[in-house]
């Protein structure tokens, strides 16, 4: 194997092996707590701009299928791991994670110290970085990580987004999470709208699995012509980057409130914050894994969610303190409540207006492959629509 760097804008250099496609590759270097998922988290477009380094220290253990692919491709800008498998103990693999790495042309690094790494973007926050194949010197390599390019305010929606209107129909199959009695013996469709910000398919599987005939819009869709298409339901998609850098979506999401019931997962629950007059702030390393606490404050039952964003809503401290009941802050749109809260940090994880049909949360209730404690959310959706509508 030959050398490989990973050198990071504030002058830390980890040395490794080439990895997957061979060349040089820029993002904003974060890291992924989950031990399984990695071809999800690869073809998630939310990790547009981003270097994915995993913490688990064996990847590609169980190969590759197509049948994983949350997305038309990989989306990553790189990807760091502690050791690649060269054996694939699955019957439904297809690829290994080099083959699979090289014909998606991901540059990738692979034999450094994972866990030291780790350590330094806990301790100094997630920053830009590079990885580099070859000779390249270490003050080179620097160099070229301070002027790679960073997320904020930064429009990454619109490099993952569709590039036109298209219809959904598969739903999950023989792997769909169980629905309650009731959703399952419905007979009604519900028409949702979901906008592209960078969606996971599996996100609109779910959707399906809970009686939904759902059109995805383009991320630059208006109001208008969202409302044109007469829906029971808007859903907000997650996807990559800064919130504040789609003004567009955050003006068409604004319109919207009042007009039809609407569910916001990860980006889209940021675009919804910032909708109703709220503000959004940088975490110091953001929150990506398949690990994370997550208290629901109405029912004080504790989830464990996978994550994955850099942003979040912003309120007071007190207002998210788990001590207390759901809190309730006043926004243009009248009052709206916290709902959920990360007990790593007490960042905001879930929203409600109090008097709108209209909730979001920051985790991803869709993970696959898991865990599924918040799998229940898309069936809320349909109930607050049968709620509007009737059922």
Request: charged letters at 20%.
């Amino acid at each position: 194997m030959s050398r490989a760097l990973l050198a990071l804008a504030d002058g830390a250099v980890f040395e490794g092996q080439a990895l997957g496609y061979e060349g040089d590759t820029a993002g904003e270097v974060v890291f992924n707590t989950a031990m399984t998922g990695y071809q999800e988290v690869l073809t998630d477009p939310s990790y547009k701009g981003q270097i994915i380094t995993m913490t688990s220290p064996h990847i590609g253990n169980y190969g590759l299928t197509p049948d994983d692919v949350e997305s038309r491709r990989i989306w990553a800008e790189g990807f760091v791991i502690k050791e690649g498998s060269v054996l694939s103990s699955n019957w439904r693999s297809r690829q290994q994670l080099h083959e699979y790495l090289q014909a998606a042309k991901v540059v990738a690094i692979e034999g450094l110290d994972t866990r030291a790494l780790t350590r330094h973007l806990r301790q100094h926050g997630s920053q830009p970085g590079v990885i580099t194949h070859g000779a390249a010197s270490e003050a080179g390599a620097v160099e070229k990580a301070k002027h790679a390019p960073g997320i904020v305010g930064v429009d990454l929606a619109a490099a993952v987004t569709c590039a036109r209107a298209y219809q959904w129909a598969h739903g999950s199959g023989e792997w769909a999470p169980s629905l309650d009695d009731r959703r399952a013996r419905s007979s009604r469709r519900w028409k949702v709208v979901a906008y592209d910000f960078g969606v996971k398919q599996n996100i609109l599987r779910r959707l399906v699995d809970v009686g939904c005939d759902v059109t995805v819009v383009p991320a630059s869709t208006t109001a208008e012509d969202v409302e044109a298409l007469k829906p029971d339901g808007i859903f907000l998609s997650n996807g990559p980057g800064d919130p504040e850098g789609v003004p567009y979506a955050i003006e068409a999401v604004r319109s919207l409130i009042g007009r039809r019931p609407i569910f916001g997962i990860c980006l889209g629950h940021q675009i919804l914050g910032l909708a109703m007059g709220l503000k959004t702030y940088k975490l110091k390393f953001g929150h990506h894994g398949a690990n994370h606490p997550v208290m629901d404050l109405r029912t004080r039952k504790v989830e464990i969610s996978s994550q994955n964003h850099n942003f979040a809503v912003q309120v007071s401290a007190r207002q998210t303190a788990v001590s207390e009941p759901p809190p309730v802050v006043e926004t243009v749109f009248g009052r709206v409540a916290v709902t959920h809260v990360s007990l790593n940090d007490q960042s905001v994880e879930g929203l409600a207006c109090v008097e709108q049909p209209v909730f979001s949360v920051q985790y991803h209730p869709e993970a696959s492959p898991g865990p599924h404690d918040s799998a229940y959310l898309f069936e809320d959706f349909v109930g607050v629509m049968e709620k509007s509508y009737g059922s």
